[in-house]
């Protein structure tokens, strides 16, 4: 399973230069597409994208991205709300490891 991150050339950028291979620059017209492309991408088990370009998605995608269990989609960085990593990991793996 690999990391996938999808955003503006300026939020990729850093995972490219840290070996994430599975990067791609997405307008704001393309990005719906691109993450659809890479939900149906079974090598893709962690997607990575910004806070900021999950709130500009359609109300759909959004809820297709939070239910998703494979790939784990993370959404960082921006303002705003910040992604609860432990419901995350807890939907992922199935239990709450922090208890």
């Not at 991150?5 to 840290?18: C, P, T, Y």
């Not at 939900?39 to 239910?67: A, C, E, F, R, Y």
């Not at 494979?70 to 807890?90: F, Q, W, Y």
């Amino acid at each position: 399973m690999e990391i996938a991150v999808v955003g503006n050339s300026d939020f990729v950028i850093g995972f490219r230069l840290a070996g994430i291979r599975k990067t791609y620059d997405a307008s704001p017209q393309e990005l719906e597409t691109r993450i659809q492309g890479l939900l149906n991408d079974k090598t893709v088990g962690i997607l990575v994208i910004h806070n900021d370009d999950m709130k500009k998605l359609s109300p759909h995608m959004q809820k297709t991205l939070d239910d998703s269990v494979e790939p784990t989609v993370i959404a960082i960085g921006g303002t705003g709300e910040s992604t609860n990593l432990r419901d995350k990991i807890k939907q992922a793996v199935g239990v709450d490891l922090w208890k």
